[in-house]
């Protein structure tokens, strides 16, 4: 009896993912067979996701070492920076890359001023600028953590023997971590959609993700868009496993504040920091200068798919939360593979799933704020239960057999004795998932009708009538709104940390 | 758009937000309008339509953008009997033959004095007004006269999805109208000037004025909006040697509609002179009877030859050709 409600939730998630699936491959039209079109848009989705993960962990090495061996003023709030893209809105990013990278941008700007012919972003390179621009902070927490989990007596014994620290140390333990690094990447990359729908420039670059959303919209072709469904199953299903059986670290734990005292600090190291910082903050800088101002030409209904955003991620937290929660409780083997299965599962493959359901009884397009709901919750599954089973575990093994002696099981468990400890971890994870949710575009663009639009969606829009100025102004609330989410929540879990 | 739980809560919620506004209408019967997003926007037709057609017709004129012309077409499949349209309007002969094989449309029973550069007997569709496609490029940029060339040039243009955007397919029905069954490799040799492909006009266009591109797919028609609209004479179009494609653009009545003489009547408003007067400074394209041109259209580039496949024709190359043009760009 007891066990009903994580076998619900196994269920809920299961019929999301694996549901979905059934449903594309029962309208799979495989006897058609893919097109070269196709065959083109599954060989970018992997070149690109490739050449992401490469240069994201490639340019992640010396950043994470420069990290790990020097002590400033500020370290600390760059460490935690470099936390912030991944719940940054990739609408946000690509019209901060715009300004920058673009025909009219910085960088184009430079290049005239000596003589050379501009640059353009649309294409394979964008996106992968894109990518990288998302990843590489990733990446370098990730290695970051791979050098902290050093012992520093092995530095200092170095030191003593005037051993080679990168040959000795340091190699080994990049040839533990680069693989994992490499592959959660890749992962990644390979579900992208918003920013090869905004930058890839036509079919040259098109993902499978975008391919399966041109299908549904442009070509209302549900027989095709199953098909892709299918093989972007089968491409992260892959990735999924292998990622999860090689990935050794968390992306997402804190204290990384140890700074070994090194001897072999180089100034290209000085380089190396103000390189990646200057990457990162130059695009958000020119979102935020122009979005400031842009905030009062924006049109009313932003304000209104504000609030519709507000009001998905809200839901898609709670449910999320409950969904986490129930099988963090339950642990084994059902944590563990519902923690994987949502990672091979894309928004784009569960939405064409729940279209293709749904269109029988209903027009999508109308439950396309529900939809968006369920799949958001789902797609954040995974990071919610990474967060949550590792500490129902630690406090079930302190205070398990306490708990026991004094007869307290059930809610009356729950209550007294795991919430209250698993505050923190459940404020991190509510923030993540409510961060994802707001600046998620993805699901809700295959869904999307005129009549209701969430913030990133409708600031997409803007940038399409090339209304730059209304649309950074809803970047940076957009911005505000998916910053402040996790914040709130995060802050939230950690209110009793003063008492 | 099917009036569901959603749709009434967003209603409500924008009622909340504008509360005064949301009252006066209510009693009126509805025409929706199914169209493409550039036509509803401020300088587009729609609001000046929709003035002088709810000064005849006692009702509340609704016109909904659903993305680019070619998008309509997918939002009706997708919508299927259950769509709250009662005129599509924004299809292009390239797409009636799809469109008439969905079954949804009913004849439209107007006899106009149309103007078109061709024939026209189709009875389902009505067209409301017609253009050449081009390159529009600023004056200065040295111009084609042929995709040949352009394929040869160093020019970055901006196209549309033919998937998505009227204009777009019809660069496809274009193409293949002077190259046959050579198309495929021109877009190959075309490959490397397109900057990006937009999913509608609007997009690509705004791309083109903020200097993305050295050109754009639109109309010759285009520069007069520049020209009479901001007094700026600095763009203008190509006409290409083989000739420009035509797109002949129409509107269509649902037969499920739940307002048939309101859809009648709108159907026989717009091949009137109050609809057509306000298309060539509004859409910016040819009117599809005999109003006179405003001042400016004569400065107008006029190609040589106007092409056109039948719809029968376009209709059964839409497949093929968008499948060869995915191909040669995906490369």
Not at chain 2, 92 to 104: K, P, Q, S, V
Request: aromatic share 8%; hydrophobic share 55%.
């Amino acid at each position: 009896m007891r066990q009903l409600p994580a076998w619900g939730a196994a269920a809920l998630v299961a019929a999301l993912t694996l549901g979905t699936l059934l449903a594309v491959a029962l309208r799979a039209e495989v006897g058609r067979g893919l097109s070269p079109g196709d065959w083109a848009a599954i060989r970018f989705t992997v070149l690109q996701a490739v050449a992401s993960a490469v240069l994201s962990v490639a340019l992640a090495v010396p950043v994470a070492r420069a990290l790990a061996r020097r002590s400033f003023r500020g370290r600390g709030l760059l460490v935690m920076a470099l936390g912030a893209p991944f719940i940054l809105p990739v609408i946000v990013a690509v019209l901060g890359l715009l300004a920058v990278f673009g025909r009219g941008g910085l960088v184009n700007a430079g290049l005239a001023q000596i003589g050379v012919a501009p640059v353009s972003i649309y294409g394979a390179g964008g996106v992968v600028l894109a990518h990288v621009f998302f990843n590489l902070p990733l990446a370098v927490r990730l290695l970051l953590q791979g050098w902290l989990a050093i012992p520093a007596e092995r530095f200092r014994l170095a030191a003593q023997l005037n051993a080679p620290v990168w040959r000795l140390l340091e190699v080994p333990m990049l040839a533990r971590t680069v693989p994992g690094a490499l592959l959660v990447v890749f992962l990644i990359c390979l579900t992208s959609f918003a920013v090869a729908l905004t930058l890839g420039g036509g079919p040259r670059a098109t993902t499978v993700e975008l391919a399966i959303w041109q299908a549904v919209r442009f070509d209302f072709d549900l027989g095709r868009a199953a098909l892709l469904a299918c093989v972007q199953f089968a491409l992260c299903a892959v990735a999924a496993l292998v990622a999860w059986r090689v990935t050794p670290v968390d992306g997402f734990g804190s204290g990384l504040d140890r700074v070994v005292a090194r001897w072999d600090q180089r100034p290209a190291d000085w380089l190396w920091l103000a390189g990646v910082a200057l990457f990162l903050s130059l695009p958000l800088g020119m979102v935020l200068w122009r979005g400031v101002p842009g905030l009062l030409a924006m049109p009313g209904d932003i304000w209104v798919a504000a609030g519709w955003s507000l009001g998905v991620a809200t839901g898609s937290t709670v449910l999320c939360l409950t969904l986490a929660l129930t099988l963090a409780l339950r642990g084994g083997w059902m944590a563990s593979v519902l923690g994987v299965l949502p990672l091979a599962a894309s928004a784009l493959v569960m939405g064409t799933g729940l279209f293709v359901m749904l269109r029988p009884f209903a027009n999508p397009t109308a439950l396309a704020l529900p939809v968006a709901l369920v799949v958001n919750a789902v797609t954040a599954l995974p990071f919610a239960l990474r967060v949550l089973t590792p500490a129902v575990a630690d406090i079930r093994a302190s205070y398990g057999q306490m708990a026991a002696l004094l007869g307290l099981r059930g809610a009356a468990l729950l209550r007294v004795v795991i919430l209250p400890r698993l505050r923190r971890p459940l404020g991190f994870a509510a923030g993540l998932t409510a961060a994802l949710s707001i600046g998620d575009l993805g699901v809700i663009a295959l869904f999307a009708s005129d009549t209701v639009e969430t913030l990133p969606l409708a600031m997409s829009r803007l940038m399409g009538a090339y209304r730059m100025d209304a649309a950074a102004g809803a970047g940076v609330l957009l911005l505000a709104l998916a910053m402040g989410a996790f914040w709130i929540c995060d802050r939230g879990g950690r209110m009793d940390a003063d008492v | 758009m099917t009036m569901t739980l959603a749709n009434v809560g967003a209603t409500a919620s924008i009622a909340l937000i504008c509360a005064t506004a949301a009252v006066a209408q209510t009693d009126l019967p509805t025409l929706n309008v199914l169209t493409y997003d550039s036509f509803t926007t401020d300088y587009g037709p729609g609001p000046a339509i929709e003035a002088a057609f709810e000064a005849e017709c006692a009702c509340d004129l609704v016109f909904t953008g659903a993305g680019d012309g070619a998008a309509l077409l997918s939002r009706l499949q997708l919508e299927d009997a259950r769509t709250d349209a009662d005129i599509v309007l924004g299809l292009d002969t390239n797409l009636t033959a799809a469109a008439r094989a969905l079954g949804l449309f009913a004849p439209h029973g107007v006899v106009a004095d149309l103007t078109l550069p061709v024939a026209w007997d189709d009875d389902t569709f009505l067209p409301f007004d017609w253009g050449y496609l081009a390159f529009v490029a600023l004056r200065d940029t040295a111009p084609v006269s042929s995709f040949r060339a352009l394929a040869d040039s160093d020019l970055q243009v901006v196209i549309q999805d033919p998937r998505s955007s009227t204009p777009g397919l019809g660069l496809l029905m274009w193409v293949h109208a002077v190259h046959g069954d050579d198309a495929p490799g021109v877009w190959a040799d075309l490959a490397d000037n397109i900057v990006t492909v937009t999913p509608g006009w609007t997009e690509a266009y705004n791309l083109f004025l903020a200097g993305e591109a050295d050109a754009v797919l639109s109309y010759t028609t285009s520069p007069a909006y520049h020209l009479i609209a901001e007094g700026d004479d600095t763009k203008t179009a190509w006409a290409f040697d083989e000739g420009n494609y035509l797109q002949v653009e129409v509107a269509g009545k649902l037969a499920a509609t739940d307002q048939p003489e309101l859809a009648d009547q709108f159907m026989a408003f717009m091949a009137g002179p109050a609809f057509q007067q306000v298309i060539p400074e509004t859409n910016w394209m040819y009117p599809a009877t005999d109003v006179p041109l405003p001042d400016g259209f004569d400065t107008l580039t006029v190609p040589a030859q106007g092409l056109l496949l039948s719809s029968e024709d376009a209709g059964a190359l839409r497949d093929p050709l968008v499948e060869a043009w995915r191909t040669a760009l995906s490369q």
